[in-house]
């Protein structure tokens, strides 16, 4: 994702725009995600609950910091994706695993905008996130 991309300045434009406008707007946005490998793209990485197929692999950038890779085969929900990583991407696993994601989402009200389908899989897509984020940061409290 472009460093000038923030979740503050993805809000402001969304709220400018209606219906197939903010589509675009989330399909532009999952057109920006780091290419995830295929060989990443495996059962181990696969989000359950998603109707589409959504893959999400956590690494750690050299600072300890979470730099998630993550794909669908569905442009929306790949835009839902970058969406949900704006909001954790690159931060400490402390952080991520106490980070408000819904909160941090909620402006864009996308069970309203989208069809129950294509939300349903989000909680599961967060609490993934939270998942490795806790367990990483227990990891490095041992260590």
Known sequence: MGGMTTLQT?????????GDERYRLLIDLGRELEPMPDALKTD??????????VWVYPTRLDNGAL???????????????????LTVQDRMPAE???FDIEQALAPFDLKRQLSSNRTQGLPNMIALIRETATRLQAEDAAS
């Open 96 to 98: 991520v695993a106490t």
């Open 67 to 85: 730099h998630f890779l993550a794909d669908s085969n569905a442009a929306i929900t790949k835009g839902i994706i970058a969406l949900v990583l």
């Open 10 to 18: 993805i809000q402001d434009d969304y709220e400018l725009l209606e």
């Open 44 to 53: 181990a990485t696969l989000v359950r609950g998603c109707s589409a197929s």
